[in-house]
């Protein structure tokens, strides 16, 4: 299973962004999908996550701000992050759970909010 992300930039605090994460190989099916993100000198934390019946779970950093959502038939994972603040720059990493073979990760993109 790969994973390819993709939407990160710069932006000015207040602006949005929208992150899709695209899975693609021999996939039998998909559980959980989710967004993690590192800033420097952090650890890796959840960002978001989405069942695959669409519910979802957010970090209380981000609620009211970001949105994921999914689109199984396409093995696809969306984050619409709005309002952003200087704080949420980090390299945001997608993580899909394959129901057969495990977690996959994507490669990580940089989001970088400017004051």
């Known amino acids: 299973v790969q994973l390819q992300a993709s939407g990160g930039g710069l932006v000015q605090a207040g602006g949005s962004l929208r992150l899709s994460c695209v899975a693609s190989?021999?996939?039998?099916?998909?559980?959980?999908m989710a967004w993690y993100r590192q800033a420097p000198g952090t650890q890796r934390e959840l960002v978001a996550s989405?069942?695959?019946?669409?519910?979802?779970n957010y970090a209380e950093s981000v609620k009211g701000r970001f949105t994921i959502s999914r689109v199984n038939v396409k093995n696809t994972v969306y984050l619409q992050m709005n309002s952003l603040k200087p704080e949420d720059t980090a390299v945001y990493y997608c993580?899909?759970?394959?129901?057969?073979?495990?977690?996959?990760w994507g490669q990580g993109t940089l989001v970088t909010v400017s004051s």
């Open positions: 993580n899909v759970d394959e129901i057969y073979r495990g977690k996959f």
């Open positions: 190989g021999t996939i039998g099916g998909i559980g959980t």
């Open positions: 989405i069942t695959s019946g669409a519910s979802s």
